[in-house]
Nanobody
Framework: VRLMESGGGSVQSGGSLRLSCAIS????????????MAWFRQTPGKEREGVAM???????TYVDSVKGRFTISRDNSKNTMYLQMNSMKPEDTAMYYC???????????????????????WGQGTQVTVSS
């Protein structure tokens, strides 16, 4: 399984970016179940922070700091997950990683959705820089 992020870059405060995560090698069951997928971000010296998550049941969860500004989605026909980021702020500057929970159909509890250890597949990251 391989995850490849793209779409990072530099943007001014108030601007937008859309990150993509191309996923290859995942298999799906005949019941069309899905995987928990998430975006995390990390800045130097800090722990990796969960930003947005789309569950195996297509529920979505966002960290408070991005609610109303970021939208997570996925297109199974393209095996791609997205993070649309609007009204960006300098504090959004970080390396962004996509992550997948390899247990198909698993439901994560509220205290699990942004725990990095719950995800066993990771991309290499894409840098996002927001200038004021």
């Amino acid at each position: 399984v391989r995850l490849m992020e793209s779409g990072g870059g530099s943007v001014q405060s108030g601007g937008s970016l859309r990150l993509s995560c191309a996923i290859s090698g995942l298999t799906y069951t005949t019941y069309n179940l899905d995987y928990n997928m998430a975006w995390f971000r990390q800045t130097p010296g800090k722990e990796r922070e969960g930003v947005a998550m789309i569950g195996s049941d297509d529920s979505t969860t966002y960290v408070d700091s991005v609610k109303g500004r970021f939208t997570i989605s996925r297109d199974n026909s393209k095996n791609t997950m997205y993070l649309q980021m609007n009204s960006m702020k300098p504090e959004d500057t970080a390396m962004y990683y996509c992550a997948v929970d390899g247990a198909v159909g698993r439901i994560l509890g509220p205290d699990q959705v942004f725990v990095a250890l719950e995800y066993d597949l990771w991309g290499q990251g894409t840098q996002v820089t927001v200038s004021s």
